[in-house]
């Protein structure tokens, strides 16, 4: 079963997750599962400040990335490349040639899928940060989407579509498909930290660690691995019980 901390706030779950990530480097994990969205933003300014104060280096690590849109052109601000170059890299001592992830312009998306899922299965991911969407998607794999499946291309449902359109100038302007690892892909890190802040959170984040395990919500697969830690807020862990929480 996962083990749950609920916190007071966005900042105390930035801070927690940093911790995770130092502690699995400082045991000599190098290599990194990175996550987008609004909910890893905090975790990646608080490793910012750690390294710019001296108490860690991300030298010598790779960073790979859960996920890519398909079809944003390598200089939009939006593709999550570009993303983690802003809030990670640049904040950091993580070398950019380190920081791998699927094309989502390749010609041949399936062929790309199956090169990146290939090149994640090597690395062998020490600790993988995630977030929750709120219909329950890890990565982008979207409700129905089988427990079992490994890195693809998926089709974002209308919900998630709106919920990233405060990325983009427009609603219209967010892609339709995604490349993505697949929960079988996700799993196979040594340790995964889930991240959950803010209401919109609350029912999805239930359902993922007290539901059945179900592809109706494709966070639930992680009460299939052994290393969970899920760091909410209390916003977030509102609907859960309350003897679930640390």
């Known amino acids: 079963m996962p083990v749950l901390r609920v916190l007071p706030d966005a900042g105390a779950v ?30 990646y300014a608080e490793l910012a400040r750690r390294v710019a104060t001296g108490r860690l280096s991300l030298a010598g690590c790779r960073a790979y990335l859960l996920d890519e849109y398909v079809g944003l052109p390598p200089e939009h601000p939006q593709t999550y490349r570009r993303v983690i170059r802003r809030e990670l890299v640049d904040r950091t001592d993580l070398d950019p040639e380190d920081v791998h992830g699927p094309d989502g312009g390749a010609a041949d998306l399936a062929q790309e899928a199956a090169r990146y899922e290939e090149e994640v299965s090597a690395a ?21 989407s089988p427990l079992d499946a490994v890195t693809r291309v998926v089709e974002l449902t209308e919900r998630t579509r709106s919920d990233n359109a405060r990325f983009f100038a427009s609603g219209d302007e967010v892609p339709r498909h995604v490349l993505t690892q697949g929960p079988a892909t996700i799993l196979r890190a040594e340790r995964l930290v889930l991240l959950a802040i803010g209401e919109r959170k609350a029912d999805a984040l239930a359902a993922a660690l007290t539901g059945p395990v179900t592809p109706d919500c494709p966070a639930s697969v992680l009460q299939r691995h052994p290393d969970v830690h899920v760091l909410a807020d209390r916003t977030a862990a509102a609907g859960l019980p309350v003897s679930l929480g640390t």
């Open 14 to 43: 930035a801070r927690a997750a940093a911790d995770l990530v130092v502690a699995a480097v400082r045991a000599g994990s190098t290599s990194l599962g990175v996550a987008t969205g609004s909910s890893p933003q905090g975790t």
């Open 124 to 144: 062998s991911i020490g600790v993988q940060l995630l977030g929750i969407g709120s219909n329950g998607h890890i990565g982008f794999n979207e409700p129905g």
